[in-house]
């Protein structure tokens, strides 16, 4: 970021941070020289990403898009990724 000229351009960070990890790190190396403008978040139930992901899996070559892998996403996502999503709620 800093070698595209990050201080004159705003930078899109996708799927950053996971977790309360890569928040916390972030703040620590970047808090201070940045500014976390806010979050992007798109909202859709389990059953509607389940189903965009099983048809992805046909062509994707992807082994982890499969339904046991794919709950287990979710409920990290829940657990660990959802956390920091709120903490950027108005």
């Known amino acids: 970021m800093k070698e595209a000229g990050w201080e004159k351009k705003k930078f899109l960070i996708d799927g950053f941070p996971r977790n309360e990890d890569n928040y916390s790190g972030w703040n620590s190396v970047m808090g201070d020289i940045t500014e976390l403008g806010f979050v992007l978040f798109f909202e859709a139930?389990?059953?509607?990403?389940?189903?965009?992901?099983?048809?992805?899996?046909?062509?994707?070559?992807?082994?982890?898009?499969?339904?046991?892998?794919l709950r287990k996403r979710f409920v990290i996502f829940n657990e660990a990724q959802l956390p920091i999503i709120t903490k950027f709620e108005d």
């Open 45 to 69: 139930d389990v059953d509607t990403m389940t189903k965009r992901i099983m048809e992805r899996s046909k062509t994707s070559g992807r082994n982890d898009d499969n339904e046991e892998t």
